[in-house]
Structures are given as structure tokens and as C-alpha cells.
């Protein structure tokens, strides 16, 4: 089995079969980058280019470090430093990058739809690395992996989703990921941030933060977009942390054996306290180190399809 399409740029792509494929093949890198030497031949030859419009830590480094692991050449293009900022478009960048030989293009742009438009345009693989308020769907693929690795299982775990849901590319893969392998999924936040069109995903929707975590499996808290936050979708991040912050107090309210993840860039003291973050319940490191087992599965697996 393999995946059907060249291109990851949406989890609502991807069926349930498909999902599985990414997590099993990523469980066989998860041993790769365990052992002493954590590199293997499987791309050696191909080339992966790394193409950022927006700020990443985790994201961009993980897609250099899985392509390394997998004997790929890398390529990194941030824009501030490349020719975008002399007015080259997306296009005539991303057609440059093929000329110098990359099979595979992970993009991540502040534009929602961006990587759907590169993917209709070149020839080679194109992987969503975070689309505006759209999709990061290899986010959501660690974190089902991270699910699984802790938890055994994701259908019918009670997974909380906490805070901005309305910018978050991270809620929505996830939320249709989630929905696709069986969990249940609660979203929790300020009813100004939990848009209407999320009723009709077949999720439930709690504006109190105590009732929504009652028996959680995980809580997933996500980071409050400050530099979205002009228009006043909560009073301040007082208020905010007041209501929606994660406390050792309501992880309480969650089973005892509760997980606490977090995509990162987190706000200590904004939607998440120290204690809590830094706690034995936290896997949000461990979320880090799958990224790279699973992004690892997703360019092997495009190159099969491209083969
Ligand atoms: N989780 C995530 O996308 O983090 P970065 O913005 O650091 O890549």
C-alpha cells in the first residue's frame, strides 16, 4: 500500500487507511533515530528543499533533520533572506527550486491555500508545512502518533482540544484526523474563538474549561496568537488565563492518566502554567522528537509515489 496523491498538503486528503500507513511506517523510524546511528540510505540522491514564509522552530527543523536522517541533500530557503524580498513571486521561486533538482517542497506560508496551488503547479512532491489558519496536517500526524505511543490506541479516546481554535491550523488537522480514526473531540475556549462551522465536524463544543476537561484521555492546549489578538476576541491574557489557562487544578478534572500536549511556541502564564508544562504528564517534548519519525514516514512515502 502507498499513499494516493504526490503531494501531504491536507489531512482531509487522507483516508483512514492512509493515516495508518504514515503512523506504522513512522514507528519503524521512531527505532531509526533511536539507535546509535540514527541515519539511513532510503532517499540518498533526492533532494528536499525547505521553502519558510513564516517564523518556525519545530517544524522546519524537524523536516531538515528527518530529511538528513533519510540521506536526502537539504536546501533551505527562508524568505527574508532570499529573492522574495526583491518581489519573485511563489511560483517563479518554487520553478527555481526545481531547476536546481528538489523532488520535494515543504512549504509553510501565512497564506491559507498556498501548498494546494504549488502542489497544481510543479511537478514535485509539495508537503504543507503550515497554511495560514488552514492546516498543518504533519503536526497533527505527530501528534496522533504521539496518541498512540502513549495512550495505545486513538479510537475512542476523549481528547480536549483548548483555546484559539479559530486561528488554529493545528485544531482543524487534528480535528479532522481525530474525527477520521474514531476519537471523540471536545473543543474548549471563548465561544469568540470557536467559529459555528465547527458544530457540523461532529465535535462538542464547551466554553467552560472545568466541564469540557471532566475525563479527558489528552488535553491538547494550543498557543493564543497573540499577534492575531488585536480585534478583542478576549478582554486580556489575564482574563484569559483566568479562564482557559491550564492549571494543575483542572488537569484534576481529567482521567489520572491524562497527557498534556502543546504544538508549541507555548506562553507560559498565558495558556499554560510552568507547572503544568514542565509536569510528568507533559509529552510535549516527546511530540517534538516523533516529529521527526514522522515526517521522516511522509517524505519515504511521497518518493514511493513519485517513483
Ligand atoms: N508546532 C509548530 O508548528 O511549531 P513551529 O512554529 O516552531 O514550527
Known sequence: ?????????????LDAGEIGLILETASGFRDVI??????????????????????????????????????????????????????????????????????????????????????????????????????????????????????????????????????????????YALTKLGANVRLIGPPTLLPDFMRDLGVSIYSDMNQGLEGADVIMMLRIQLERQGKGFFPSTHEYFRNWGLTAGRVARAKEDVIIMHPGPMNRGIEISSEVADSSRSVILDQVTNGIAVRMAALYLLSGVRA
Open 34 to 175: 533511536s539507535r546509535d546511528i540514527k541515519k539511513v540510505p532510503a532517499l540518498r540522491g533526492k533532494t528536499t528543499v525547505n521553502l519558510f514564509y513564516e517564523p518556525s522552530t519545530r517544524t522546519r527543523t524537524s523536516f531538515e533533520v528527518a530529511a538528513k536522517r533519510l540521506s536526502t541533500d537539504v536546501i533551505n530557503i527562508a524568505s527574508s533572506t532570499s529573492s522574495v524580498v526583491k518581489g519573485e513571486t511563489l511560483l517563479d521561486t518554487a520553478k527555481t527550486v526545481l531547476a536546481l533538482g528538489a523532488d520535494i517542497v515543504v512549504i509553510r506560508h501565512s497564506c491559507s491555500g498556498t501548498p494546494h496551488f504549488l502542489a497544481k503547479n510543479i511537478k514535485a512532491s509539495v508537503v504543507n508545512a503550515g497554511d495560514g489558519t488552514n492546516e498543518h496536517p504533519t503536526q497533527a500526524l505527530l501528534d496522533l502518533f504521539t496518541m498512540q505511543e502513549h495512550k495505545g490506541r486513538i479510537k475512542g479516546l476523549e481528547v480536549a482540544i483548548v483555546g484559539d481554535i479559530l486561528h488554529s491550523r493545528v485544531a482543524k488537522s487534528n480535528i
Open 1 to 13: 500500500m502507498n499513499l494516493r496523491s504526490k503531494d501531504l498538503v491536507s489531512i482531509k486528503d
